[in-house]
């Protein structure tokens, strides 16, 4: 698991502070959680994780329950504890939390109330009404409690010792008859006092150990497993009563101590132990083992109300600022020329060339030459005769195969191995550069990187390269460092790519950025080449990452900060006998998983001499011991050392503490922790539309630096789905998957760190919704089958109608037809009389009615004139007149008139005589052409302006 990859590390803020311990036989590394990050109160009195992994925690004022991310808070206004205030804290085998509250915080007699919450629903309960009848006594009867590895429960009131198991509740628990509180029990027995000692006894009362002891009076403390008990007193020297053996006082200072707080740590068999202002840990050896005061600074002070050593070993310290979560790592770094201290004044050895040669470390710095036995430590400084008028810092070591060693600089320095004293210094000509590169091929010439270009070292003798056979581009480069293939070839990392050097022929090839084809190589500055068992060239540079090269097929594959490493800045590769990349760079120690691309950062917290190394400061022992020189000295390691905690790592998963499914499109929410648990696919009707997944953090101590991702991959293939399958990161521990759609979908859940890597297993869910009804093949056969059915209703109802119809159709044409025969018949009666009319008409009226149309025709243009003017004209009353236009047209005499105006004006226009309406309403005698085109309108159906319209 990647650590730690952020370099912001601030000794105190309101959240978290970070502190590495040195000078230990572990690295301690701390993280202080306070008020800011969301718990209910700042005095912390007591933890318990529970089954779930989730971390609990009694304060002062309400009960908190914390996943690494967030905090979820019970009160007594709130949720109806009994009380806000909690002192201690159990779980039953049902997986409910006893909160308890005593009338003094570090004493267990005395109890006032007990609450029960429930670790996942959260449900809140209280002591009588969860137990009521069936608990033998009262809460306030408590006088003593604890809890068993098992999680059964045990009471002392009314001087008798109760077992509380959530199948069978309350039962007596036999026990010695003199035995008194304090008592404390293990997986298979328990410890208790007696008037004169403590003794051991198992679950059937029977007394396995007395251990004969004189108590002073006060409050005291029992605390232990099956393999022995610690007895806490006040006043009083710690005392471990080993199982099996005759009790021991263990005096750990001059000084008695003050009961404060203390708690057994069963995983490293450790007492803790608050002594203010001190924090202390015990083995039961009585060694002390860790000074919380000495490893921060005398001025350091801290006052612990509570402690817990969790599943993985993290110390929980409550104080009455917060808490804090404690990180105990076994130092697995050892630092050579390490100088503590962050003070510019302090001397520190920035470590060039590294060389190990029989025990001994050699070390070229800027502060001289050391060399350091390892196994002792001892340090001697080498001394070099100034024999040169220019003599530059010393860079690399080289060990030759014949057994020499060569420190380089801008000349070269024999070393005798045994004694470090400097045998011969060979000058190189012409040389104003230090030498970076160095190697021994198998022919034995010694080759030497300058800075401009190749030298070559024979008998004594340093010779310029010549053989660049039209690479120039190499003659102006930094050779920084040197790989031989098996073939004997020489590749060259440089400054201005990778260059490819035949001892006999000289260069032969370049890879760089500007190369094309397969000469194209992304590296321009590569210091340090490993070729692994396939061939596979991994190359540091200094800036573009790690490179993967083949050199055969030329398939380029580049890790930068993009893929999840801390810099881009590699100084050195190394691979450990289990296939592990050890890499150094400008930010950390990088280890790496080469097929996974996995990776884990380790900084100075983790024990490291510094988080930045130097580019030609590295090497790796015959023994695969691996050194690195930084800033600040020389950390070495054993890889092997680190390959079960990656396994454990590697196999830690991520955990849900608790799930909510959206019924009715989110609206009701109902809890399946369970079914999420126990069922391998999870199925839901199409109504379900959101998924909560609460997340519990798989590390407390890097929780803050932790970050949840999901992903929704459609299965079976889902076009409408909205989720493409990419990575989304949630907010806080908190997942939210909305918006499924029926069909399959796999979801993801990962946590990562800040550089993205993947932290422990993910979590993975095979979702399936199914298809509303009406997306169903049943629903679109029955459909199908309706609709035949509709269609083939629908036709004979339809037949059925038309034959009606049909009916219907041939009655009426029957009545139809004797109705035209009959009209036929009056027909011929009208058309006869008619006739006979006709007769009688004579054609005087016919000659009578041309003339008035003749007579208004021509007047018609006379805008006053009337029927009176008519009349005369046609030498007529206008009484008779009135009778005779109506007897022979049918009109009267303004409607005559009208109409013939009319008519005259649609003849007019329609010859296109008048182009304007108005001319032509004055033309026939209308004053008013509005009027005239509403008269023309009703008349004809359409204005005026319609002939305009159409010409």
Same mark, same amino acid.
């Given at each position: 698991?990647?650590?730690?990859?952020?370099?912001?590390?601030?000794?105190?803020?309101?959240?978290?502070?970070?502190?590495?311990?040195?000078?230990?036989?572990?690295?301690?590394?701390?993280?202080?959680?306070?008020?800011?990050?969301?718990?209910?109160?700042?005095? %912390?009195?007591?933890? &318990?994780?529970?089954?779930?992994?989730?971390?609990?925690?009694?304060?002062?004022?309400?009960?908190?329950?914390?996943?690494?991310?967030?905090?979820?808070?019970?009160?007594?206004?709130?949720?109806?504890?009994?009380?806000?205030?909690?002192?201690?804290?159990?779980?039953?085998?049902?997986?409910?939390?006893? !909160?308890?509250?005593?009338?003094?915080?570090?004493?267990?007699?005395?109890?006032?109330?007990?609450?029960?919450?429930?670790?996942?629903?959260?449900?809140?309960?209280?002591?009588?009404?969860?137990?009521?009848?069936?608990?033998?006594?009262?809460?306030?009867?408590?006088?003593?409690?604890?809890? /068993?590895?098992?999680?059964?429960?045990?009471?002392?009131?009314?001087?008798?010792?109760?077992?509380?198991?959530?199948?069978?509740?309350?039962?007596?628990?036999?026990?010695?008859?003199?035995?008194?509180?304090?008592?404390?029990?293990?997986?298979?027995?328990?410890?208790?006092? %007696?008037?004169?000692?403590?003794?051991?006894?198992?679950?059937?009362?029977?007394?396995?150990?007395?251990?004969?002891?004189?108590?002073?009076?006060?409050?005291?403390?029992?605390?232990?497993?099956?393999?022995? !008990?610690?007895?806490?007193? +006040?006043?009083?020297? &710690?005392?471990?009563?080993?199982?099996?053996?005759?009790?021991?006082?263990?005096?750990?200072?001059?000084?008695?101590?003050?009961?404060?707080?203390?708690?057994?740590?069963?995983?490293?068999?450790?007492?803790?132990?608050?002594?203010?202002?001190?924090?202390?840990?015990?083995?039961?050896?009585?060694?002390?083992?860790?000074?919380?005061?000495?490893?921060?600074?005398?001025?350091?002070?801290? @006052?612990?109300?509570?402690?817990?050593?969790?599943?993985?070993?993290?110390?929980?310290?409550?104080?009455?600022?917060?808490?804090?979560?404690?990180?105990?790592?076994?130092?697995? *770094?050892?630092?050579?020329?390490?100088?503590?201290?962050?003070?510019?004044?302090?001397?520190?050895?920035?470590?060039?060339?590294?060389?190990?040669?029989?025990?001994?470390?050699?070390?070229?710095?800027?502060?001289?030459?050391?060399?350091?036995?390892?196994?002792?430590?001892?340090?001697?400084?080498?001394?070099?005769?100034?024999? $040169?008028?220019?003599?530059?810092?010393?860079?690399?070591?080289?060990?030759?195969?014949?057994?020499?060693?060569?420190?380089?600089?801008?000349?070269?320095?024999?070393?005798?191995?045994?004694?470090?004293?400097?045998?011969?210094?060979?000058?190189?000509?012409?040389?104003?550069?230090?030498?970076?590169?160095?190697?021994?091929?198998?022919?034995?010439? &010694?080759?030497?990187?300058?800075?401009?270009? @190749?030298?070559?070292?024979?008998?004594?003798?340093?010779?310029?390269?010549?053989?660049?056979?039209? $690479? !120039?581009?190499?003659?102006?480069?930094?050779?920084?460092?040197?790989?031989?293939?098996?073939?004997?070839?020489?590749?060259?990392?440089?400054?201005?790519?990778?260059?490819?050097?035949?001892?006999?022929?000289?260069?032969?090839?370049?890879?760089?950025?500007?190369?094309?084809?397969?000469?194209?190589?992304?590296?321009?500055?590569?210091?340090?080449?490993?070729?692994?068992?396939?061939?596979?060239?991994?190359?540091?540079?200094?800036?573009?990452?790690?490179?993967?090269?083949?050199?055969?097929?030329?398939?380029?594959?580049?890790?930068?900060? /993009?893929?999840? @490493?801390?810099?881009?800045?590699?100084?050195?590769?190394?691979?450990?006998?289990?296939?592990?990349?050890?890499?150094?760079?400008?930010?950390?120690?990088?280890?790496?998983?080469?097929?996974?691309?996995?990776?884990?950062?380790?900084?100075?917290?983790?024990?490291?001499?510094?988080?930045? *190394?130097?580019?030609?400061?590295? *090497?790796?022992?015959?023994?695969?011991?691996?050194?690195?020189?930084?800033?600040?000295?020389?950390?070495?390691?054993?890889?092997?050392?680190?390959?079960?905690?990656?396994?454990?790592?590697?196999?830690?998963?991520?955990?849900? +503490?608790?799930?909510?499914?959206?019924?009715?499109?989110?609206?009701?929410?109902?809890?399946?922790?369970?079914? @999420?648990?126990?069922?391998?696919?999870?199925?839901?009707?199409?109504?379900?539309?959101?998924?909560?997944?609460?997340?519990?953090?798989?590390?407390?101590?890097?929780?803050?630096?932790?970050?949840? +991702?999901?992903?929704?991959?459609? &299965?079976?293939?889902?076009?409408?789905?909205?989720?493409?399958?990419?990575?989304?990161?949630?907010?806080?521990?908190?997942?939210?998957?909305?918006?499924?759609?029926?069909?399959?979908?796999?979801?993801?859940?990962?946590?990562?760190?800040?550089?993205?890597?993947?932290?422990?297993?993910?979590?993975?869910?095979?979702?399936?919704?199914?298809?509303? $009804?009406?997306?169903?093949?049943?629903?679109?056969?029955?459909?199908? %089958?309706?609709?035949?059915?509709?269609?083939?209703?629908?036709?004979?109802?339809?037949?059925?109608?038309?034959?009606?119809?049909?009916?219907?159709?041939?009655?009426?044409?029957?009545?139809?037809?004797?109705?035209?025969?009959?009209?036929?018949?009056?027909?011929?009666?009208? /058309?006869?009389?008619?006739?006979?009319?006709?007769?009688?008409?004579?054609?005087?009226?016919?000659?009578?009615?041309?003339?008035?149309?003749?007579?208004?025709?021509?007047?018609?243009?006379?805008?006053?004139?009337?029927?009176?003017?008519?009349?005369?004209?046609?030498?007529?009353?206008?009484?008779?007149?009135?009778?005779?236009?109506?007897?022979?047209?049918?009109?009267?005499?303004?409607?005559?008139?009208?109409?013939?105006?009319?008519?005259?004006?649609?003849?007019?226009?329609?010859?296109?005589?008048?182009?304007?309406?108005?001319?032509?309403?004055?033309?026939?005698?209308?004053?008013?052409?509005?009027?005239?085109?509403?008269?023309?309108?009703?008349?004809?159906?359409?204005?005026?302006?319609?002939?305009?319209?159409?010409?």
């Amino acid at each position: 698991m990647n650590r730690l990859v952020t370099p912001l590390l601030i000794l105190f803020t309101s959240l978290c502070f970070f502190c590495g311990v040195k000078g230990q036989d572990y690295t301690v590394n701390y993280r202080h959680i306070g008020l800011s990050a969301g718990i209910s109160h700042q005095e %912390v009195n007591c933890f &318990l994780q529970d089954k779930n992994g989730l971390m609990w925690m009694g304060t002062q004022h309400g009960l908190n329950r914390f996943d690494g991310k967030q905090f979820e808070i019970w009160t007594k206004a709130k949720d109806s504890l009994s009380s806000s205030k909690i002192n201690y804290l159990m779980e039953d085998q049902e997986g409910w939390i006893w !909160a308890m509250t005593t009338a003094e915080k570090y004493s267990k007699n005395n109890v006032r109330h007990i609450s029960l919450v429930h670790s996942v629903s959260g449900e809140v309960q209280q002591f009588y009404q969860k137990l009521g009848a069936k608990a033998p006594f009262v809460a306030t009867d408590v006088q003593h409690f604890f809890a /068993a590895p098992d999680h059964s429960l045990f009471f002392w009131a009314k001087n008798q010792l109760w077992k509380y198991e959530s199948t069978n509740g309350f039962q007596l628990q036999p026990c010695p008859e003199t035995v008194q509180p304090p008592i404390t029990s293990s997986e298979t027995d328990f410890w208790g006092v %007696v008037p004169n000692g403590v003794v051991r006894f198992d679950k059937n009362g029977q007394v396995l150990e007395k251990f004969p002891y004189l108590f002073n009076e006060g409050s005291k403390t029992l605390a232990g497993d099956h393999n022995g !008990a610690w007895l806490i007193e +006040y006043q009083r020297p &710690l005392t471990y009563f080993s199982a099996g053996s005759n009790a021991k006082d263990i005096k750990t200072t001059p000084n008695h101590f003050s009961k404060k707080e203390s708690y057994f740590d069963a995983k490293r068999q450790w007492l803790w132990y608050s002594n203010i202002p001190e924090v202390l840990a015990f083995d039961t050896q009585g060694k002390k083992v860790f000074d919380f005061q000495k490893l921060m600074g005398e001025n350091f002070e801290i @006052l612990v109300t509570s402690f817990f050593v969790d599943q993985k070993g993290l110390i929980w310290l409550g104080t009455r600022d917060g808490f804090y979560v404690m990180e105990l790592k076994d130092k697995r *770094f050892k630092k050579y020329l390490y100088t503590s201290g962050n003070t510019t004044s302090v001397k520190k050895y920035q470590c060039r060339g590294l060389l190990e040669h029989e025990g001994q470390l050699f070390v070229n710095s800027y502060q001289g030459a050391m060399r350091v036995d390892l196994e002792h430590g001892q340090v001697m400084e080498l001394k070099r005769p100034n024999v $040169f008028p220019i003599v530059r810092i010393h860079y690399s070591f080289h060990e030759s195969p014949d057994g020499r060693i060569w420190s380089l600089s801008n000349h070269i320095s024999e070393i005798n191995g045994r004694t470090g004293e400097i045998l011969e210094n060979i000058e190189i000509p012409g040389c104003d550069y230090a030498i970076r590169g160095v190697h021994t091929d198998q022919n034995g010439i &010694l080759w030497l990187g300058t800075g401009a270009g @190749l030298s070559i070292l024979k008998d004594k003798v340093v010779y310029p390269f010549r053989a660049y056979n039209g $690479f !120039a581009s190499l003659e102006k480069s930094q050779v920084l460092c040197f790989h031989e293939t098996s073939d004997g070839m020489l590749w060259l990392g440089t400054d201005s790519g990778l260059y490819v050097l035949d001892p006999h022929e000289g260069i032969v090839d370049h890879f760089w950025a500007d190369g094309k084809g397969e000469h194209y190589f992304p590296g321009t500055q590569i210091q340090h080449i490993h070729e692994d068992e396939k061939g596979h060239f991994w190359m540091a540079t200094e800036h573009e990452g790690l490179i993967k090269w083949h050199p055969e097929t030329k398939k380029i594959q580049q890790l930068t900060r /993009a893929e999840g @490493l801390p810099t881009n800045t590699i100084y050195a590769i190394y691979q450990d006998q289990k296939g592990f990349l050890w890499m150094s760079s400008n930010f950390g120690l990088i280890q790496m998983d080469k097929h996974t691309f996995r990776k884990k950062i380790y900084l100075a917290e983790d024990g490291i001499s510094d988080r930045e *190394f130097n580019r030609f400061s590295h *090497f790796q022992a015959a023994d695969g011991r691996i050194f690195f020189g930084g800033q600040n000295g020389v950390t070495a390691f054993y890889p092997r050392d680190f390959w079960a905690t990656w396994d454990e790592d590697d196999q830690s998963s991520l955990q849900v +503490y608790r799930f909510t499914e959206g019924h009715n499109f989110g609206v009701e929410k109902i809890e399946a922790l369970d079914r @999420l648990k126990s069922q391998e696919t999870l199925k839901y009707p199409h109504s379900v539309r959101t998924l909560s997944f609460k997340i519990l953090s798989p590390d407390f101590f890097l929780a803050d630096k932790i970050n949840y +991702y999901y992903r929704v991959k459609p &299965l079976g293939g889902s076009p409408m789905s909205p989720f493409s399958g990419e990575w989304i990161k949630s907010e806080g521990s908190t997942v939210n998957i909305l918006g499924l759609i029926p069909g399959r979908h796999e979801i993801t859940i990962e946590a990562r760190g800040l550089d993205k890597e993947r932290i422990g297993r993910p979590l993975t869910y095979d979702i399936r919704m199914t298809q509303p $009804f009406f997306r169903t093949w049943i629903f679109w056969v029955i459909v199908s %089958v309706l609709v035949l059915c509709g269609f083939l209703t629908y036709f004979q109802l339809r037949a059925r109608r038309m034959a009606r119809q049909k009916q219907l159709l041939e009655q009426k044409v029957k009545e139809r037809t004797q109705q035209i025969l009959k009209d036929q018949q009056i027909i011929h009666q009208q /058309a006869e009389q008619i006739r006979q009319l006709d007769s009688l008409l004579n054609s005087a009226d016919q000659r009578w009615a041309k003339e008035l149309d003749e007579v208004v025709r021509q007047s018609l243009s006379n805008l006053n004139l009337n029927i009176a003017d008519i009349a005369d004209e046609m030498n007529l009353s206008r009484t008779h007149f009135f009778r005779k236009i109506k007897t022979v047209t049918g009109l009267t005499p303004n409607q005559y008139l009208q109409e013939a105006r009319l008519n005259e004006a649609r003849r007019l226009l329609e010859s296109g005589e008048y182009n304007t309406v108005k001319a032509a309403s004055l033309s026939v005698g209308f004053k008013n052409p509005s009027y005239f085109s509403t008269l023309f309108k009703e008349r004809f159906g359409f204005s005026p302006t319609y002939y305009f319209q159409q010409k």
